[in-house]
């Protein structure tokens, strides 16, 4: 709680807000765990416009935040309105269901906000209705697993709403308490999963289409590719699979070795460090560096850079 601690005394406001809670309010404490994701994975998406609205609800929801004295902005920083879960409204005019203001953050560590939402306005009686807004406090940890979240959010009113549809009724604390999970922590969980599948499918390609080449079955290595890669060499570039397969096939005639030693992946992004030993005409030894873009599960896009001195003679020394 040290990080809490240091945020209470950091914005007077929030201390304020914590130090007088209304008896007709509740304050929701939720701690959340993330397998395989890094407290500062979770604190960066969470300010990122793009990410927010992409791990929110279904992903399809603008999440935008807003800098008042230049407007919707990337990325979200402290004085910065966050608008979320947006919603067409009757009007066909798009209307976000999360309003809140970000007032204090601690990189990697810590977000602060003052927070409401659109079940504010839903009392059964409408007089209990107020303008007050909740204080929500996000702190992100590392733990065994990978990263967790706690949240505390206080003067959340427990007045009686209900929500048209589907429809709930009950005290809005509750409602709010239960809605974080819906709205944000299971599709974070979501989203986050899917990075990390799409990461190990990214490496999975290309370590086997490099293991086929280095087998020499350019039929499996074929598969690995979209017909329409685009592949760009030193000196030639390719604009099918068809055609750099034909040329890769000659090249590994001539290779006494192909040693991958290293492939780092981001997203749908490999990249592959690996040492390359050739005979005459091209006899070297030289490494190489290929940057790929991986697309349903193949190579669509490639590019290499290495020391082709020994390779001239084979291409007239051109780059096409």
Known sequence: MKIFEKAVRAVPVLAMVLSVVSS???TLNQTVQFMAVTPDALYDAFLSSADHAAMTMDGTHPSTFYRPSVGNVSRGQEG???RAVGLKG????LQYAVQAKILKLVPGKLIVMSWKNWVWKLAVNPADVTDFESTVVLTFRKNVAGAEVQLVQANVPDYTVRIPDPEET??????VNAHWSLVYWEPMKRYFQGKTQRRSNARETLEKFYAAVVKRDFAAARRRLTDDLLFIGLFKTYR???DYVADLTQLMQMTVRLDVKKIVV???DAVIFYELETK???AATTLVAEWHQIKNGKIARA??????????AMFGGAKR
């Open 280 to 282: 005459a005409p091209a």
């Open 80 to 82: 910065d309105d966050l």
């Open 240 to 242: 099918n699979a068809d």
């Open 24 to 26: 007709n309010a509740a």
């Open 303 to 312: 590019q290499s850079a290495f020391d082709g001195r020994a390779f001239e």
């Open 90 to 93: 009757p009007d066909g005019k």
């Open 170 to 175: 009950g005290p809005l604390s509750s409602l």
């Open 266 to 268: 981001q997203g749908n």
